[in-house]
């Protein structure tokens, strides 16, 4: 009946002489709702990308149905009867849901061969009838939100009949109500006798949903077991490997003068009504699911985005800012989400990198002055202990942890009054998070304004003064530090709206 | 329902109705017979090759390299015929469609294999097969008494009042409105368009994808060649100077997206009959041929631009949508 | 002189870093090292060909044949560096020219066709940088369409017919010596411009930006740089040295028609690119462009001198911007991967 369908061992990955994945063990049963849990960074969607295909590790086995195995692309990992929702989107945005489901294994008329268009869109309206999905087949995905995104990518992984279903992230962008027929869709799979594995590092939600469970930190192997034999204190031991309280620096109470106020700021399409105001010193937290609105809201107050209606005021004076230069000049300064797409250039070297935002600055009538290029990166580069062999290396063969202390020199570098942070210790050692908190701590007390956009419950309680919470673009709840706990956090992030 | 795409092939066509409409007020002799089958003529060949750069342009690249590649093939076959007279028709038009699919492919291997940027790519090829024409032909033409009867009567020849011309050229829509929307192949060359990661996690094979796009699109080209140097009863060095240009313009109004993933061959069936109504218009009303460059530089301008401008509205408008469904 | 330890230990640190930055040199120069070695060779070539090749009043008016070029590929390298490309840039020159031929027909002196050829360079290069930054739309397919609109405006106003009539006094500038010596005014106006683009390119802040933002665009504009603006300038640019090569090349032939610098395209670009910058933008250099420029210009006098056709040199430069992409490809996938 129940049987060991999947049996991972001693796999390791390396990138780059970063090592990914260091000789982890991973096993799953028919029928079985297994958790993967860590925290960003820790190796779990490397793990799961090899067994999806994506991947080859560089030693370690598959054994698959009892047979060793290799999935040498994802299409032969597919046809073996594994299917993925990775958390990046894979989907082809100028074409149909019925197209993207049906990509790589159409259904084909039986007596001429050519592809049967209208077989696979009723397929498409009934998977999407079953999963209560107000979505109609023809529809560009370019033209659907990133929820409902997600859902067909879910709709996608159910229509090829898998025997190991892997979801990874999958509850990031989905509401209250989308949520609930995840869970039920994955009983249905678990009632069908398939293998659920499910990727989360929310430990609240693996409570609800997952059988069993395995840790990973920092790419190695940390344990397993059953979900039931196991409080939600050991498992977050496990997984951040010491105390909770420990981690963060003193956040001091003192806030000065009100630096920024945003008032009911709406940009249609991505959010509406935002309004709060931020204080000198003060840490301001932003919490909320993925696609809750948060970034947008503040790459348009840096003036990447351009807003529909509202007002900015800076310093009590009102302000229209068009472009990140002339955010710049107010004091702005932004750390962006994807550090390699949108933060550094990866090609150009430390230095290049550090002063590009305050290449004016260091220049005499427009030409380069290399040593004052070479002392400002010394100085930010010292003070942020970025760790390389020399600041002429490219960003690119830097760790992340390292490409992110770059991305932070650059901006302090800037001298900002306002540092907004856009989920600055995503995807980063634990170390690199110290020193990056202890930081974001010293700056703080030195009277700048911070904004903290995170999506990890700990982070944001252990640095905000102040937390905001947003869901589908639009604030639910403001807390002060003292009343803020992770359960009324979360309610507030997936709708909930407390008073 | 109607879906987004099809609804703008549905109003191109509406807006070139109104432009005969409007035309043949002014030109009467627009609307005749003759004139609408000149016009068919015109502009088969036009939308063969632009089916072709289609293809192309939907995997994301561009093919500068057409109008060599014609002229190419149709003086390679042209010299044949002159030479050999005695090689039967259909061998001289399997022999076009060859070197086409050959030249196409060096195309197809130069941006799938060896990773070329495919504007750098056909730019050099299109000097290279210019080059070569002028090669074999050592500077001279071959005109209309030096091709057999059969070779120049060919897409001349009728049948039920339509010339071979034209059938060829619906034979090439039909088969390549099979081929890209009801094959698995033909919808990986979307797939590769709209999005390469997503494409390879399918298993789409991008080299062998991108290689076929360029080799077919040249077998297209290929034929091209001999149909364009028969019914012009001339092959020379500077045969179909500029044409791939109108290729490019038969797409972009087509409503074929530049940097790939959309685009239908109804849209390039119109966009091209579309060009050919222009021409024949400006013709009538006596316009030199000397405006039909600056004419096309236009087109594709403002084409692409509106394009843009209607895509932009349209993500507002579903943002708008979205918001207050919410 | 005695030296106290602490210094002694500083010069080591530094000595690192300056042995890291000459390894960087070499690999960096590599290409233009390649590129010399083919220059000579060319150089080697064509003296064989011709005993009078080496003749220094030969060598200088053999640049004729192609600095009007050359003075496009040096703004052709912003605009590939900074991930854009022209490929309408002959078409300017054409237009251009064909305004000044509208002037000088109307009798405007010698300064008023200069005015008036780099004003129109000057304005089709803004409309091609308008358009492009206004609606986000690739360059390559804004630059396709204007290629055919300004050489066909330039049509419509000649139709077949030529502009041939230029003032006396015009004709210095494309045929033209400094001086009492055999330096073309031309050569020297290029010398000129490479020198000013070098630095640009090199030593100021505009070139570092324009390297940023052909490496990551979105990365530039979140750092403060205004990439559009850059853009924008870069296309103008670009636009203001077709119409000053315009200037020359009519003032040389001393004629206009429609079809003046056909084909250029190809040209410039395989100079850029042989040059070493590469086609996706990010990475190039002054001193690579500056040598491919005279490598293609002697390769095609010294096929010329052998009497090959034009068409027929075009098929070695369509085979030299092939393989000129190739190589650094090639060159990747055979060295064997550094890990830092």
């Known amino acids: 009946m129940n049987n060991c369908i999947l049996e991972m061992k001693g796999i390791r990955k390396y990138f780059y002489g970063v090592k990914a994945l260091e000789g982890v063990d991973f096993k799953i049963k028919t029928g079985e709702v297994h958790a993967l849990i860590g925290e960003n960074g820790a190796g779990k969607s490397t793990l799961v990308k090899i067994l999806a295909g994506v991947y080859q590790p560089n030693a370690g086995t598959l054994i698959f149905n009892h047979k060793s195995v290799q999935f040498l692309s994802p299409q032969i990992s597919q046809q073996a009867g594994i299917s993925a929702i990775h958390q990046e989107a894979t989907m082809f945005p100028e074409l149909s849901v019925t197209e993207n489901i049906f990509i790589g294994h159409h259904i084909r008329n039986k007596s001429n061969g050519l592809l049967s268009w209208k077989e696979m869109k009723d397929k498409t309206q009934a998977l999407l009838n079953k999963l209560e999905l107000d979505i109609h087949p023809d529809t560009k995905v370019k033209n659907l939100s990133v929820a409902q995104r997600h859902m067909v990518e879910i709709a996608k992984a159910l229509s090829l009949n898998a025997k190991i279903v892997i979801m990874d992230e999958p509850t990031s962008a989905l509401t209250i109500k989308e949520v609930e027929y995840l869970y039920k869709i994955i009983r249905k799979l678990k009632s069908e006798n398939k293998a659920v594995i499910f990727i989360s590092h929310k430990f609240e939600e693996i409570f609800e949903i997952a059988d069993y469970f395995t840790v990973l930190r920092d790419g190695k192997y940390i344990g397993e077991g059953k979900m039931a034999d196991v409080t939600m204190d050991e498992i977050i031991q496990m997984v951040i490997g010491r105390n909770l309280e420990h981690r963060y620096p003193q956040i001091e109470a003192e806030q000065g003068n009100t630096i920024l106020k945003v008032k009911n700021l709406t940009r249609i399409g991505f959010f509406k009504d935002i309004s709060f105001e931020l204080h000198q010193g003060e840490i301001l937290g932003f919490f909320g699911l993925v696609g809750a609105g948060r970034t947008e809201v503040m790459q348009t107050i840096f003036g990447i985005e351009a807003l529909t209606s509202g007002e900015v005021f800076i310093n009590g004076k009102k302000v229209n800012i068009a472009n990140p230069a002339e955010a710049m000049n107010y004091g702005l300064a932004y750390i962006p989400e994807d550090r390699q797409l949108q933060g550094t250039i990866l090609k150009m070297n430390i230095k290049e990198n550090v002063t590009l935002s305050i290449i004016n600055k260091i220049s005499r009538h427009f030409f380069l002055d290399k040593e004052k290029e070479l002392k400002i990166t010394e100085q930010y580069g010292k003070q942020i202990e970025i760790k390389a062999s020399s600041w002429q290396q490219l960003v690119e063969n830097l760790s992340g942890g390292n490409q992110q202390k770059v991305v932070l020199a650059k901006w302090i570098a800037t001298k900002p009054r306002i540092l907004i942070m856009d989920e600055p210790t995503k995807g980063i050692d634990v170390a690199t998070k110290a020193t990056v908190h202890n930081i974001i701590s010293e700056l703080a007390k030195q009277g700048i304004a911070i904004i903290l956009v995170s999506s990890e419950l700990p982070e944001i309680l252990g640095m905000s003064n102040n937390i905001i919470v947003m869901h589908e673009g639009a604030i639910t709840t403001k807390f002060t530090r003292d009343k803020a706990n992770s359960e009324n956090i979360i309610k507030a992030a997936i709708g909930s709206i407390l008073s | ?326 | 002189m005695n030296k106290p330890k602490a210094l002694v230990n500083k010069r080591n640190i530094f000595d690192l870093e300056k042995i890291r930055k000459i390894n960087l040199l070499n690999i960096l120069l590599k290409w233009e090292i390649i590129l010399l070695f083919i220059f000579i060779a060319i150089i080697i070539v064509n003296s064989n060909l011709s005993p009078y090749f080496l003749d220094y009043n030969n060598l200088m008016n053999t640049t004729f044949n192609f600095i009007e070029k050359a003075i496009i590929a040096l703004p052709m390298m912003l605009v590939i560096i900074c991930g854009d490309i022209d490929i309408s840039a002959a078409s300017i020159l054409a237009l251009s020219s064909v305004f000044m031929g509208m002037a000088s027909r109307a009798g405007v002196g010698t300064f008023g066709l200069i005015a008036v050829g780099l004003f129109a360079g000057l304005a089709a290069g803004f409309l091609n940088g308008f358009i492009i930054t206004k609606f986000g739309i690739p360059s390559i397919a804004v630059t396709l369409g204007s290629m055919s609109l300004f050489r066909g405006i330039a049509y419509v106003i000649l139709g077949d017919k030529a502009f041939t009539k230029y003032p006396k006094s015009f004709a210095y500038f494309g045929q033209g010596y400094i001086g009492n010596t055999m330096i073309p005014f031309e050569l020297v106006l290029f010398v000129v411009l490479a020198i000013i683009f070098g630095i640009v390119l090199h030593k100021t802040t505009l070139g570092r930006k324009v390297f940023a933002i052909g490496n990551n665009s979105t990365a530039a504009n979140f750092s403060g740089v205004a990439v559009n603006k850059i853009r924008l300038i870069i296309f103008t640019v670009i636009g203001f040295c077709s119409g000053l090569a315009s200037i020359l090349l009519t003032s040389r032939i001393g004629s206009t028609r429609p079809n003046i610098a056909d084909g250029w395209e190809l040209e410039i670009i395989t100079t850029v690119v042989l040059g070493g910058v590469v086609i996706t933008g990010g990475q190039g250099n002054i001193f690579g462009v500056i040598i491919s420029v005279f490598i293609i210009g002697f390769l095609k006098f010294g096929m010329g001198l052998i009497n090959i056709p034009g068409k027929v040199m075009n098929i070695a430069l369509g085979f030299l911007l092939i393989i000129a992409i190739m190589l650094p490809e090639l060159l990747k996938r055979i060295k064997p991967k550094n890990n830092i």
């Open chain 2, 1 to 326: 329902m109607l879906v987004l795409p099809k609804k703008r092939e549905f109003n191109f066509f509406i807006f070139i109705i109104l432009i005969i409409f409007i035309i043949s007020l002014r030109t009467p002799s627009f609307l005749d017979l003759n004139n609408f089958m000149d016009i068919l003529n015109d502009t088969a060949i036009l939308t063969m090759v632009a089916i072709g750069q289609l293809m192309i342009i939907v995997t994301g690249g561009i093919d500068l390299s057409v109008d060599a590649s014609l002229a190419l093939t149709g003086m390679s076959v042209a010299l044949l015929n002159q030479h050999y007279p005695e090689i039967p028709l259909f061998i001289i038009i399997l022999i076009s469609i060859t070197i086409g699919l050959l030249l196409g492919s060096i195309n197809g291997l130069l941006v799938s294999q060896a990773k070329i940027p495919p504007v750098i790519t056909t730019l050099g090829t299109m000097s290279i097969y210019r080059g070569l024409v002028f090669v074999i032909c050592k500077g001279t033409w071959v005109s209309a008494h030096e091709m057999t009867e059969a070779f120049r009567e060919f897409p001349r020849r009728s049948f039920l009042g339509i010339s071979n011309l034209i059938f060829i050229a619906i034979l090439i829509i039909v088969l390549f409105l099979i081929f890209l929307s009801l094959t698995k192949t033909g919808r990986e060359i979307y797939g590769i368009g709209g999005n390469k990661t997503a494409a390879q996690y399918v298993g789409i094979n991008l080299n062998k994808i991108n290689y076929l796009a360029y080799t077919l699109c040249g077998g297209i080209t290929g034929l091209a060649g001999f149909l364009w140097v028969a019914r012009y009863a001339a092959a020379q060095s500077e045969t179909a100077i500029g044409f791939n240009f109108q290729t490019i313009a038969a797409c972009v109004v087509g409503g074929v997206s530049i940097t790939g993933g959309s685009g239908t061959v109804i849209g390039v069936v119109l966009g091209a009959f579309f060009i050919g109504i222009v021409y024949n218009a400006l013709t009538m009303i006596n316009v030199s041929p000397f405006w039909q460059m600056a004419i096309q530089g236009f087109i594709i301008l403002f084409a692409i631009i509106i394009n843009t401008i209607m895509d932009k509205r349209n993500q507002q408008l579903l943002l708008r949508k979205r918001s207050f469904n919410e």
